[in-house]
């Protein structure tokens, strides 16, 4: 089955973590180096997100979002250390593409803060299926409507990419030329974006009555299959995380 | 003549999961139904058929041409393809423009597409529906007017993925005028079907698909006569063959006439 | 007693200014199998989904007259009270699937943790369901990847789930092969001898003939016959409905070969050979 999640299941005490936790320590993870804007800070934040990441043992999976994070990184690099406003100390290169100190500096401390928050979302992305996350959040109060709507997107997304695939073929079948110019592509958008909206409005009414029927609307209590899971150390995790931001927002205030 | 040469194709979406497992088959204009169970690769071999999909082993062959070589569009004009759902490509706002864009897309004149156009929904009945939005139609008048749009293309070969779910007797009767002119004209007409029934009445010659490999292909009566072949391949045989047998007869009635015609002959011996 | 109660019910689709239902009145009784017959467009869709409420609450439009399932009035309950007492089963397997479930065993719960059922209850009913639909051996794969015909069974099961006392199915079995189409046939058969009652509406006539107690013909909205499959497939003015009736019945017409002591033609395989034995 095809899906557009990203989970890598995996038997690791950070899987085990209650996804609510894992949203909270996201949230601190990218806050305290915005508070504490010291490259210390950032440093430290990274080095926890990443090390997090091979505790749960899914680095090789996050290797590709890194790789690609690196290339955007490499261009900072190069911006910041030739045209930053701030620079003053030249280190080597040909005018006017001269590394300077400051650039580079800075580029660094975009390196390391841009890094924590991809670190730090990967971890919650890697280790949560996203039905454990949405099934905490209806429990937690949020509308069983809207926790459908997050649980089914990963599912039917790829369904409308199939559907797409078919009304490309049926077009094709009539003597639509997809492939060449701009102006034969162009050409081709109608053909393909109408029925593509069509399919998905008719598939979307079926699907809506299939629900209505299965009580979606119903406005009494709801239930659940699965026995409300228990969490390791969510008090614990908590209580840490909250010492954490308040500690950084009080040494911002005092420092 | 050859209109359609298959030789040795294989197939897989996925390395390792072969679909067709080396289909070697030849069409000439005689009608053929493909009958299978979901996932025993019919849909898959038409498609083939059609130039949407490239065969991973083996050659096909339309009308002489290499079917390896040539994209589906640049295939429109000899080989047609119905797909089963019509919401797949209704996208203009009248029934007469959705049929008219497969013969303008392959060089028709805007004159000559409304004439094949017109001459496609008289075909299938839609005459009156003409000005009207595909959208508000029905599932099965869609399904008449996806039919009509590649019918108005007058290629050499017809393919029918379908055609039969959700229609009415009255949409049964605007397919089966379909067919019987494409054979009038001589041209290959073939269609996927799940009901045998159409199946046995319609067509000369009758391909089973299971697990991607043909289990038979020969004329209809001889097909249908093989009860546990095609049990084995999830199908069943028509209604009017099981009444036929149950009442005693070895033949292998294909159509009401034939059975009819059978008992009134024993019958009135009787009296 | 009556299961299903429909008094002078009429209605019209808001962006419509036809009635799709015109003036229909009829009881059915408990444990009794209704073919809802008629040709693309003489309402056949639209009374199904009258019973479940889906017509009026969920498209609006004009309604008049009453339907009342098992006790339950429709314009004064929500489609979710109704889901407990009547289910329906759509044509399309594919868009029945929620989407939002991995695994045939959570689809199936869909329903139960909608409406609330206990945990432990929701667990035998989902068992018996499974068990009931001959679904049990696919209880742990994902839905999508099921073929058609095990997913309008796993459809059928999350309705069967609901316990509901009335099952509606439009047109289940139309997009499905010849072994796919058998194993909802017998499923049906099965939950009948449970005690359910059951409305289908179906093209496939020999179907029909073969299930149902009793049959009943639509055409522009209108009830214009509902008796006996034999009395209805006997009509000689069936086809200006644009119906044809089971092959059986064809043939024996053809031949004048009724059945003994009765004014109408046989509907089904057995009772044609009886009629034709010996010819």
Redesign the interface.
């Given at each position: 089955m095809k899906t557009f999640s990203l989970y890598v299941p995996r038997d690791s005490l950070i899987h085990r973590i209650n996804p609510i936790d894992k949203i909270l320590y996201t949230i601190t993870a990218i806050a305290v180096p915005l508070i504490l804007p010291s490259m210390a800070a950032s440093f430290l934040c990274m080095l926890i997100s990443l090390s997090l990441l091979a505790a749960a043992r899914v680095v090789r999976q996050s290797l590709p979002v890194f790789a690609f994070v690196f290339l955007i990184l490499c261009t900072v690099v190069l911006i910041q250390g030739w045209f930053y406003p701030g620079n003053q100390t030249p280190l080597f290169g040909v005018e006017p593409f001269v590394f300077h100190a400051e650039g580079l500096m800075k580029a660094c401390r975009i390196g390391i803060r841009v890094t924590n928050v991809v670190a730090a979302f990967l971890l919650l992305v890697l280790t949560t299926k996203p039905a454990d996350l949405v099934e905490e959040l209806v429990r937690r109060g949020l509308s069983p409507r809207i926790g459908y709507v997050l649980d089914s997107i990963f599912q039917i997304l790829p369904q409308m990419m199939n559907?797409t695939r078919?009304?490309l073929?049926?077009?094709?079948?009539?003597?639509?030329?997809?492939?060449g110019s701009l102006w034969v592509r162009v050409k081709a958008f109608?053909?393909l974006i109408?029925?593509v909206v069509?399919?998905s409005l008719?598939h979307a009414k079926e699907r809506a009555l299939a629900l209505e029927v299965r009580g979606l609307h119903f406005e009494g209590q709801r239930t659940w299959l699965r026995e409300k899971r228990t969490y390791p150390y969510s008090r614990e995790i908590r209580g840490g995380l909250l010492l954490v931001l308040t500690a950084s927002i009080v040494w911002r205030i005092l420092g | 003549m050859s209109r359609v040469v298959v030789k040795d194709v294989c197939f897989s979406y996925r390395s390792g999961e072969e679909v067709l497992k080396g289909i070697t088959l030849d069409f000439d204009e005689k009608s053929t139904a493909i009958i299978?169970?979901?996932?025993a690769g019919k849909t898959t071999f038409v498609?083939l058929l059609?130039g949407?999909l490239k065969p991973t082993r083996g050659e096909i062959y339309i009308l002489g041409r290499s079917a390896n070589e040539m994209?589906?569009?640049a295939l429109?004009?000899f080989i047609?393809?119905v797909?089963q759902?019509p919401?797949?490509?209704?996208?203009r706002s009248t029934v007469l423009e959705e049929v008219m864009?497969?013969p303008l897309?392959?060089g028709e004149d805007p004159k000559g597409a409304r004439k094949k156009a017109e001459e496609a929904l008289e075909m299938v009945g839609l005459t009156e529906k003409a000005s009207e939005n595909p959208?508000d139609l029905?599932?099965?008048?869609k399904k008449l007017v996806c039919v009509a749009?590649?019918v108005a293309?007058e290629p050499e070969i017809l393919i029918l993925d379908e055609p039969t779910?959700?229609?009415?007797?009255?949409?049964m009767a605007a397919i089966r005028q379909v067919i019987r002119r494409f054979k009038e004209q001589g041209k290959l007409v073939m269609g996927i079907l799940?009901d045998?029934?159409f199946a046995a009445e319609n067509f000369e010659r009758v391909v089973v698909f299971h697990q991607g490999t043909v289990v038979a292909d020969d004329d209809p009566r001889e097909v249908f006569s093989r009860e546990s072949l095609l049990q084995r391949a999830?199908?069943?045989v028509p209604?009017?063959t099981?009444?036929g047998w149950?009442?005693g007869r070895k033949e292998t009635f294909l159509t009401?006439a034939e059975?009819?015609q059978s008992?009134?002959g024993?019958?009135s011996t009787?009296r | 007693m009556s299961k299903i109660r429909v008094e002078h019910l009429k209605y019209r689709y808001p962006s419509s200014e036809k009635l799709a239902l015109d003036d229909l009145s009829f009881e059915v009784d408990e444990g009794e199998m209704i073919g809802i017959i008629g040709?693309?467009?003489a309402g056949k869709s639209t009374l199904c989904q009258a019973f479940v409420g889906l017509v009026p609450h969920f498209y609006r439009g004009a309604y008049g007259g009453k339907v009342v399932v098992s006790g339950l009035e429709v314009l004064k309950s929500s489609v979710s009270q109704l889901a407990r007492r009547v289910g329906i089963v759509f044509?399309n397997p594919f868009t029945q699937v929620t989407g939002s479930k991995w695994t045939v065993y959570e689809e199936v719960a869909f329903g139960l943790e909608n409406l609330g059922v206990p945990r432990k209850e929701m667990i035998d009913r989902i068992d018996y369901a499974l068990q009931l639909l001959g679904m049990e051996k696919y209880r742990d794969r994902h839905p999508f990847d099921l073929?058609?015909?095990q997913m309008q069974r796993m459809a059928i099961a999350s309705v069967i789930a609901l316990q509901p006392e009335i099952l509606v199915l439009d047109?289940p079995t139309?997009?499905?092969?010849?072994?796919?189409?058998?194993e909802v046939f017998r499923a049906v058969h099965r939950l009948r001898e449970e005690g359910m009652t059951v409305i289908l509406a179906e093209?496939n006539m020999?179907k029909i003939a073969r299930y149902c107690n009793r049959v009943m013909l639509l055409d522009g909205g209108k009830i214009i016959d509902f008796a006996s499959p034999a009395s209805v497939f006997s009509r000689a003015d069936l086809?200006r409905y644009?119906?044809?009736p089971?092959?059986?019945t064809?043939?024996c017409r053809?031949?004048n070969a009724k059945r003994e002591g009765s004014p109408h033609f046989p509907v089904t395989?057995e009772e044609?050979?009886e009629v034709?034995?010996?010819?």
């Amino acid at each position: 089955m095809k899906t557009f999640s990203l989970y890598v299941p995996r038997d690791s005490l950070i899987h085990r973590i209650n996804p609510i936790d894992k949203i909270l320590y996201t949230i601190t993870a990218i806050a305290v180096p915005l508070i504490l804007p010291s490259m210390a800070a950032s440093f430290l934040c990274m080095l926890i997100s990443l090390s997090l990441l091979a505790a749960a043992r899914v680095v090789r999976q996050s290797l590709p979002v890194f790789a690609f994070v690196f290339l955007i990184l490499c261009t900072v690099v190069l911006i910041q250390g030739w045209f930053y406003p701030g620079n003053q100390t030249p280190l080597f290169g040909v005018e006017p593409f001269v590394f300077h100190a400051e650039g580079l500096m800075k580029a660094c401390r975009i390196g390391i803060r841009v890094t924590n928050v991809v670190a730090a979302f990967l971890l919650l992305v890697l280790t949560t299926k996203p039905a454990d996350l949405v099934e905490e959040l209806v429990r937690r109060g949020l509308s069983p409507r809207i926790g459908y709507v997050l649980d089914s997107i990963f599912q039917i997304l790829p369904q409308m990419m199939n559907t797409t695939r078919t009304i490309l073929d049926a077009q094709r079948s009539r003597g639509l030329e997809t492939e060449g110019s701009l102006w034969v592509r162009v050409k081709a958008f109608l053909p393909l974006i109408v029925p593509v909206v069509m399919s998905s409005l008719i598939h979307a009414k079926e699907r809506a009555l299939a629900l209505e029927v299965r009580g979606l609307h119903f406005e009494g209590q709801r239930t659940w299959l699965r026995e409300k899971r228990t969490y390791p150390y969510s008090r614990e995790i908590r209580g840490g995380l909250l010492l954490v931001l308040t500690a950084s927002i009080v040494w911002r205030i005092l420092g | 003549m050859s209109r359609v040469v298959v030789k040795d194709v294989c197939f897989s979406y996925r390395s390792g999961e072969e679909v067709l497992k080396g289909i070697t088959l030849d069409f000439d204009e005689k009608s053929t139904a493909i009958i299978g169970q979901n996932g025993a690769g019919k849909t898959t071999f038409v498609k083939l058929l059609k130039g949407l999909l490239k065969p991973t082993r083996g050659e096909i062959y339309i009308l002489g041409r290499s079917a390896n070589e040539m994209t589906a569009a640049a295939l429109a004009p000899f080989i047609g393809l119905v797909f089963q759902n019509p919401n797949d490509q209704i996208f203009r706002s009248t029934v007469l423009e959705e049929v008219m864009f497969g013969p303008l897309n392959i060089g028709e004149d805007p004159k000559g597409a409304r004439k094949k156009a017109e001459e496609a929904l008289e075909m299938v009945g839609l005459t009156e529906k003409a000005s009207e939005n595909p959208h508000d139609l029905r599932l099965s008048e869609k399904k008449l007017v996806c039919v009509a749009s590649i019918v108005a293309m007058e290629p050499e070969i017809l393919i029918l993925d379908e055609p039969t779910i959700a229609q009415d007797h009255a949409g049964m009767a605007a397919i089966r005028q379909v067919i019987r002119r494409f054979k009038e004209q001589g041209k290959l007409v073939m269609g996927i079907l799940h009901d045998m029934d159409f199946a046995a009445e319609n067509f000369e010659r009758v391909v089973v698909f299971h697990q991607g490999t043909v289990v038979a292909d020969d004329d209809p009566r001889e097909v249908f006569s093989r009860e546990s072949l095609l049990q084995r391949a999830g199908l069943e045989v028509p209604h009017i063959t099981r009444l036929g047998w149950s009442l005693g007869r070895k033949e292998t009635f294909l159509t009401e006439a034939e059975l009819i015609q059978s008992l009134r002959g024993e019958g009135s011996t009787d009296r | 007693m009556s299961k299903i109660r429909v008094e002078h019910l009429k209605y019209r689709y808001p962006s419509s200014e036809k009635l799709a239902l015109d003036d229909l009145s009829f009881e059915v009784d408990e444990g009794e199998m209704i073919g809802i017959i008629g040709r693309n467009g003489a309402g056949k869709s639209t009374l199904c989904q009258a019973f479940v409420g889906l017509v009026p609450h969920f498209y609006r439009g004009a309604y008049g007259g009453k339907v009342v399932v098992s006790g339950l009035e429709v314009l004064k309950s929500s489609v979710s009270q109704l889901a407990r007492r009547v289910g329906i089963v759509f044509q399309n397997p594919f868009t029945q699937v929620t989407g939002s479930k991995w695994t045939v065993y959570e689809e199936v719960a869909f329903g139960l943790e909608n409406l609330g059922v206990p945990r432990k209850e929701m667990i035998d009913r989902i068992d018996y369901a499974l068990q009931l639909l001959g679904m049990e051996k696919y209880r742990d794969r994902h839905p999508f990847d099921l073929s058609g015909g095990q997913m309008q069974r796993m459809a059928i099961a999350s309705v069967i789930a609901l316990q509901p006392e009335i099952l509606v199915l439009d047109e289940p079995t139309s997009q499905l092969d010849p072994q796919g189409s058998e194993e909802v046939f017998r499923a049906v058969h099965r939950l009948r001898e449970e005690g359910m009652t059951v409305i289908l509406a179906e093209h496939n006539m020999e179907k029909i003939a073969r299930y149902c107690n009793r049959v009943m013909l639509l055409d522009g909205g209108k009830i214009i016959d509902f008796a006996s499959p034999a009395s209805v497939f006997s009509r000689a003015d069936l086809t200006r409905y644009g119906v044809v009736p089971p092959v059986y019945t064809r043939v024996c017409r053809e031949l004048n070969a009724k059945r003994e002591g009765s004014p109408h033609f046989p509907v089904t395989l057995e009772e044609a050979c009886e009629v034709l034995k010996g010819r």
